[in-house]
């Protein structure tokens, strides 16, 4: 049976699949135009790229102890916090009129991305080890392909609307993502024994981010050095270009339009084969990618480049996002799954947080080129990091070694 027939006759995945499309929805239209819905509110982009670094800090804040505490308690209270947290941001962003409405709603999202681990280890836990790969490829077309129908559709309300409508139906959709959440996905985690989450094992798993197995340094470095790139440059492109090249809200949604398109489709195209020929080679050649499509913004920042430079950054997500969440779901310990998918994305967000801020500092001194140099650069040395530093089953060879790390 194939996976997407299974999904077809398995609620668990169906459901699973219906609250990714919402959320797809529900994001892009909110993600595509809030930087410049913050300029028209007189928001410059250094302090855009705070705002950005703010959502980060309250991602970081209590990523690693909700991970902990979900592999005590279950996981469903979590991810139906997740989807009120998310609700929160969209009413403040729909009534802001000054940036303290938007820090609250930054720091809303930050809470709802920190719960992200928790909804992976959920997927994680739906299927078997060797269809992960191939199911979470499928859910992020399903969240792509309702992604590209948000950006268009953010962007022409955006320009004949207002931001405000795009701001209402987001809510709507964040409701039915609720709803969904609520009612239809089932619990996967149900710890044996005496339930127990004490300050104690918070601070422990707070500290364990910092501490990570030795089979895992590797690749957390070289991650780490990808976010970090992609959040000084890549994180402030549509504040960047409709400031700089005066793309509109319009033009904005298309080129994200055709980005989550591409994405989808090569993830479905794609998706069944990451398993399959490993991690380190899908991560590597999409970092390969983003390197040549930065140069693109760089040198030729024209509106058909930048949708060229779109189709390019959907081929480069679909072939990183299932080979990270995979790797990552694979290689941790399957009883401490969301604490450890927890650390790994907290310690990478401590190292990407000054991005957006730096990003927006280097923009004010040195212009539209700046953070993009700067993105590229650094992309193109973790192609290196990539290939020498990640092993596609890290956790069995370290078990094979009798590598005393894996304890820790």
């Given at each position: 049976?194939?996976?997407?027939?299974?999904?077809?006759?398995d609620?668990?995945?169906?459901?699973?699949?219906?609250?990714t499309?919402?959320?797809?929805m529900?994001?892009?239209?909110r993600y595509i135009?809030?930087?410049?819905?913050?300029?028209?509110?007189g928001?410059?982009?250094r302090?855009?790229?705070?705002l950005?670094?703010?959502?980060?800090?309250?991602?970081?804040?209590?990523?690693?102890v909700?991970g902990a505490?979900s592999?005590v308690y279950?996981r469903?209270?979590?991810?139906?916090a997740?989807?009120?947290t998310?609700?929160?941001?969209?009413?403040?962003?729909l009534?802001?009129?000054?940036?303290q409405?938007?820090?609250?709603?930054?720091i809303?999202i930050g809470f709802?991305?920190?719960?992200?681990p928790i909804?992976?280890s959920t997927v994680?836990e739906?299927v078997?080890?060797?269809?992960?790969?191939?199911?979470?490829?499928?859910?992020?077309?399903?969240?792509?392909t309702?992604g590209?129908?948000?950006?268009?559709?953010?962007?022409?309300l955006?320009d004949?609307?207002?931001y405000?409508i795009?701001?209402?139906i987001?809510?709507g959709f964040?409701?039915?993502?609720?709803?969904?959440?609520?009612?239809?996905?089932?619990?996967t985690h149900?710890?044996?024994g005496?339930?127990?989450?004490?300050?104690?094992?918070a601070?422990?798993?707070?500290?364990?981010?910092?501490?990570p197995?030795?089979?895992m340094?590797g690749y957390?470095?070289a991650?780490?050095?990808?976010l970090?790139?992609?959040s000084?440059?890549?994180r402030l492109?549509n504040g960047?270009l409709?400031e700089?090249?005066?793309?509109?809200p319009g033009?904005?949604?298309?080129?994200n339009?055709?980005?989550t398109?591409a994405?989808?489709?090569?993830?479905i195209?794609l998706?069944r084969?990451?398993?399959?020929?490993?991690?380190k080679?899908?991560?590597?050649?999409?970092?390969?990618?983003?390197s040549v499509l930065l140069?693109?913004?760089?040198?030729?920042?024209?509106?058909?480049?930048?949708i060229?430079?779109s189709v390019?950054?959907?081929?480069?997500a679909?072939?990183?996002m299932p080979a990270?969440?995979a790797w990552?779901?694979?290689?941790v310990?399957?009883?401490?799954r969301a604490?450890s998918i927890?650390?790994y994305s907290?310690f990478?967000?401590l190292?990407a947080?000054?991005?957006p801020?730096?990003?927006?500092?280097v923009?004010d001194?040195y212009g539209y080129?700046?953070?993009l140099?700067?993105?590229?650069v650094l992309?193109?040395?973790?192609?290196g990091?990539?290939?020498f530093?990640?092993?596609?089953?890290a956790?069995?060879e370290?078990?094979?070694l009798?590598?005393p790390?894996?304890?820790?």
């Amino acid at each position: 049976m194939s996976i997407i027939e299974r999904i077809r006759r398995d609620k668990q995945l169906l459901n699973l699949s219906l609250a990714t499309a919402l959320r797809g929805m529900r994001d892009n239209l909110r993600y595509i135009i809030w930087q410049p819905f913050a300029l028209s509110l007189g928001i410059p982009i250094r302090d855009i790229g705070a705002l950005e670094s703010l959502m980060d800090l309250a991602k970081i804040i209590i990523q690693p102890v909700l991970g902990a505490a979900s592999d005590v308690y279950g996981r469903k209270k979590f991810l139906i916090a997740r989807e009120l947290t998310v609700l929160a941001a969209g009413m403040c962003f729909l009534f802001a009129e000054s940036w303290q409405l938007l820090a609250a709603g930054m720091i809303f999202i930050g809470f709802g991305i920190a719960l992200i681990p928790i909804w992976n280890s959920t997927v994680a836990e739906s299927v078997e080890a060797n269809e992960m790969g191939e199911v979470f490829s499928i859910l992020g077309s399903a969240y792509m392909t309702t992604g590209m129908i948000g950006t268009v559709a953010a962007g022409w309300l955006a320009d004949n609307m207002g931001y405000r409508i795009v701001y209402a139906i987001s809510v709507g959709f964040a409701v039915l993502s609720l709803l969904v959440t609520v009612f239809k996905i089932d619990e996967t985690h149900k710890p044996s024994g005496e339930v127990k989450f004490t300050v104690r094992e918070a601070f422990t798993s707070l500290l364990d981010t910092f501490r990570p197995p030795r089979y895992m340094w590797g690749y957390y470095i070289a991650m780490s050095v990808d976010l970090f790139a992609f959040s000084v440059g890549w994180r402030l492109i549509n504040g960047l270009l409709a400031e700089v090249y005066g793309f509109t809200p319009g033009m904005l949604g298309l080129m994200n339009a055709v980005n989550t398109g591409a994405m989808a489709l090569f993830q479905i195209v794609l998706g069944r084969h990451v398993d399959r020929y490993g991690y380190k080679k899908f991560l590597t050649i999409s970092q390969i990618i983003s390197s040549v499509l930065l140069a693109m913004l760089l040198f030729f920042p024209s509106y058909h480049v930048a949708i060229v430079a779109s189709v390019m950054m959907g081929l480069g997500a679909a072939l990183w996002m299932p080979a990270e969440q995979a790797w990552v779901a694979k290689n941790v310990d399957p009883e401490q799954r969301a604490k450890s998918i927890g650390g790994y994305s907290t310690f990478r967000g401590l190292v990407a947080l000054p991005g957006p801020f730096i990003g927006g500092i280097v923009y004010d001194r040195y212009g539209y080129h700046g953070p993009l140099v700067i993105n590229l650069v650094l992309a193109v040395i973790d192609v290196g990091l990539l290939w020498f530093l990640v092993k596609d089953n890290a956790r069995e060879e370290s078990e094979l070694l009798d590598d005393p790390e894996l304890e820790n």
